[in-house]
C-alpha cells in the first residue's frame, strides 16, 4: 500500500482547488484539513483497486456538505466576514469566485468534480447521487453561467448577451436560484 | 463540446492556481491534527550527512527505522507502509532530538544516542544481537564472532552477520563497530564506504 504522504503530495492541489470552487476561499483550507484526515483516518481500509481521486473527492463532497449545514445553522455576521489581505492572489479573480458562489450547487459540483478534478460524468454522478448525462449537462450549464457572468465585458462578441453590457453589475446577473436542493 | 473544453479551461484557470507554500502549510498542519487525533502511525523526515541523505521514521514508541540512500527511501516508505501502516506523513515533528542528536554525532559531538527506540522491525536473535551492539564503545569494534559470543551463541557468527545487515536502525544502533576477525571492515547495509567513514568518525573524535 502506498504511504498516505504519497496521497497528499499528488493529490493535495487538486483537493484544494475542489474545496475552494465548492465552498468558496475562505472555508476551504478547513474542509481541505477535515477530508485529508478522514482520508488518513479510513485509508487502510481502502481497497488496493479503488480511485484514490474519487474517493478524495467523495470525502471532500461529505465534508463540503457538512460545512454548508453548519453554515446554514450558524450564519456569520456580516462584520465578521473574514478580510482578504490585497497581496492574495485569488483578489484579482473576486469576480470568478463570486461567480462561481453564484451558481447552482449541482452545476458548481460538476466543475469542481469534473474539470477541476478530472472525474468523469460518470464518477462525479456517483458521487453526487446524479446521473451521468445530468452532470454532464450542470457542467455544461455552469460553464455558460460563468461565462455570462465572468466574461461578459471581454468576450461579448463571443457569448451575446441579452442584457447591455454594464446595466447589471456582471457578478450579480445570474437569474438562477442559489441553494439548489440537493 | 469540443469548443467548449479549450474555452472552459481557459475560464477555469483562476480556479486552479494554488500556492505552493499554502499547501505547505496545509500538510504542516494535516501532520499536527493527526498526531493530535492519533492518527500518524509514522512520521517520517530525511536529513543529509557525510553518509547521504538518510531516513528515519518513527512511530508514537520512538525511532523505528534508519535507511540509506541506496535502499531508495520510497522503498523503504512502502515497507513500512506494509509493516506497520499505510498512515504515513512527512513530519519532523516526532524527529527533532533524533535529528539533533544525528547532526551532534556527525560533527564528533556525541558518542551515546539517547532516544526512545521502537524495535518492532527486529526479532527473535537479531534482536538480541543488535540490543549487544550499543555496548560495543564509541570508537571500538568487536569481531562478529564477539558479537555472536555475547549474544549468547558462539556458533552464530553468520546470524550476527545477517542481524547486522538487516539492522532497522544503523548508525544509531551501532553495526558499523561490527567488523570481520581479520581487521577488514565486512558488509554493510550503506555500503563500505559509509562503514569506514564512520569508523573513521569515531576513531578521530
Known amino acids: 500500500m502506498k504511504p498516505f504522504e504519497q496521497l497528499v503530495t499528488e493529490h493535495g492541489a487538486m483537493v484544494l482547488r475542489v474545496c475552494r470552487a ?52 450558524n450564519p456569520l455576521p456580516m462584520e465578521e466576514l473574514p478580510e482578504r489581505p490585497s497581496a492574495d ?11 462561481v458562489k453564484a451558481l447552482p450547487d449541482r452545476q458548481r459540483e460538476a466543475i469542481a468534480y469534473h474539470y477541476l478534478a478530472g472525474l468523469p460524468y460518470r464518477e462525479v454522478a456517483a ?19 460563468l461565462r455570462r457572468a465572468y466574461l461578459v465585458p471581454a468576450t461579448a462578441s463571443v457569448a451575446p ?19 439548489e436542493a440537493r | 463540446m469540443s469548443t467548449v473544453e479549450p474555452e472552459s479551461s481557459a475560464l477555469l484557470a483562476p480556479l486552479r492556481d494554488v500556492d505552493p507554500a499554502a499547501l505547505l502549510a496545509l500538510q504542516t498542519r494535516l501532520a499536527a491534527a493527526a498526531a493530535e487525533a492519533g492518527l500518524l502511525d509514522l512520521s517520517y523526515t530525511t536529513l543529509d550527512t557525510p553518509i547521504g541523505t538518510l531516513l528515519l521514521a518513527a512511530t508514537d514508541q ?16 512502502e515497507q513500512l507502509a506494509d509493516k506497520i501502516s499505510p498512515r504515513i506523513l512527512h513530519s519532523a515533528a516526532r524527529l527533532e532530538a533524533a535529528v539533533r542528536q544525528m547532526d551532534e554525532y556527525f560533527a564528533g559531538r556525541r558518542r551515546v544516542f539517547e532516544l526512545p527506540l521502537d524495535w518492532r522491525l527486529a526479532k527473535g536473535f537479531r534482536r538480541e544481537v543488535l540490543a549487544h551492539l550499543p555496548e560495543i564503545a564509541y570508537g571500538q569494534t568487536e569481531s562478529y564472532a564477539q558479537v555472536a559470543a555475547a549474544a ?12 547486522c545487515g538487516t539492522n532497522p536502525l544503523p548508525v544509531v544502533v551501532p553495526c558499523h563497530r561490527v567488523v570481520r576477525s581479520d581487521g577488514s571492515f565486512g558488509g554493510y547495509l550503506g555500503g563500505t564506504e559509509a562503514k569506514q567513514i564512520l569508523l573513521t568518525l569515531e576513531a578521530a573524535a
Open chain 1, 22 to 73: 465548492v465552498l468558496g476561499p475562505d472555508e476551504a483550507e478547513d474542509a481541505w484539513s477535515e477530508t485529508f484526515l478522514a482520508a488518513l483516518k479510513a485509508y487502510p481500509e481502502l481497497s488496493e483497486a479503488a480511485n484514490t481521486e474519487a474517493w478524495l473527492v467523495t470525502i471532500a463532497h461529505r465534508k463540503a456538505i457538512d460545512v454548508t449545514r453548519k453554515r446554514a445553522r
Open chain 1, 89 to 99: 492572489p485569488q483578489e484579482t479573480d473576486q469576480d470568478l469566485w463570486d461567480a
Open chain 1, 127 to 145: 458521487i453526487t447521487g446524479s446521473t451521468p448525462e445530468a452532470v454532464r449537462r450542470a457542467a455544461s450549464d455552469g460553464i455558460k453561467n
Open chain 1, 161 to 179: 448577451v441579452p442584457v447591455p453590457v454594464g446595466s447589471v453589475p456582471a457578478s450579480t446577473s445570474i437569474s438562477v436560484p442559489k441553494g
Open chain 2, 62 to 77: 520512538g525511532l523505528v527505522r534508519v535507511a540509506f540512500d541506496r535502499e531508495i527511501h520510497d522503498a523503504v516508505l
Open chain 2, 152 to 163: 549468547g551463541n558462539p556458533k552464530a557468527v553468520r546470524a550476527v552477520g545477517t542481524a
